[in-house]
């Protein structure tokens, strides 16, 4: 039954001439989306790495709080820029791989591209349901806390 | 009943099985994304309205024994009451054609009905037609912001 119904789709629905118009839009902004986050995870990497934390006095312990913080900035714009690349290189192969299949009408390449947004999808989902954890597992431990606090 | 479809031509791309199954597990993902997104829009635009109606309390208290206090917590809560319900708004529609996008490709795919598929990627396109202009605006008020803040720090400097 779901052979029959791939079989049957086959030749059924394809990309006409509305869905490839689409999908040539979707590619151009799709690949602004990508460029775009690439340049500000890398302005904001530089910033973090040579911006200069200023602190108001120049005390021993005021020194130590501006390192730590800029440690923590380098850290934290670092770590996002990974994950934000990893994203972003899966939504720019999509549409490298998209367009070519579109401009020579290959069904390979447009599926090489499929399976990138399809990829770029999952990632991000993954990674919602990550935080989601996180934040819920975060308010049970303060609920819990409360609570604990709360009978004595 | 007879699926809604246009047959295309044999030699044009055609959504065949894999392409049909990475466009479902994309609709299926695109489509979690925009509901937790519609829950968040929801969540912002709730915390909004409690940060504003709570400035406002507060503002209430002090406006008798603190007056600049009071009208400080009065301009912070309709700063944050406007900025979280604008957030809001502004993250629901990519939201709301991210849904459009995953459900009306799994419609499309489970029926074989070309229209809905063309929709399907009228609203990813729209999706990411939203996202790049509020990316672009967002780079640019990055670089605006870089730029003033040289400005600043050179004059503070000299």
Known sequence: ?152 | MEPNSTPGNLFDLQIDAQSNGHLFQAAKWAKFLSVVGFICCGLLAVYGIFAGILFGSISRNYNDSNPPFGAAANLGGAFVLVFAVAGAVLYFFPCLYLFRFGSKMQTALRNNDQNHLTNSFGNLKSFYKFLGILTIIGLALFFLEIIFVMIFASRAVY
Request: with cysteine; charged share 15%; net charge neutral.
């Open chain 1, 1 to 152: 039954m779901e052979n029959e119904n791939q079989l049957d789709s086959f030749f059924k629905i394809s990309f006409d001439a509305d869905a490839r118009e689409h999908l040539k839009t979707i590619v151009l902004w799709a690949r602004i989306c990508a460029i775009c986050a690439f340049i500000s995870y890398t302005i904001a990497l530089i910033v973090a790495i040579f911006g200069k934390t200023v602190s108001p006095t120049y005390s021993e312990q005021s020194y130590q709080v501006s390192s730590n913080l800029k440690t923590w900035t380098i850290a934290s714009a670092l770590i996002s820029g990974i994950i934000g690349f990893a994203i972003n290189y899966f939504l720019y192969r999509f549409t490298a791989e998209a367009k070519q299949g579109l401009d020579v009408v290959d069904q390979v390449k447009l599926n090489d591209g499929l399976i990138n947004l399809k990829t770029y999808f999952k990632i991000i989902g993954v990674l919602f349901l990550i935080v989601l954890i996180i934040v819920g597992l975060v308010l049970l431990f303060v609920i819990i806390g409360s609570l604990g606090r709360g009978t004595y």
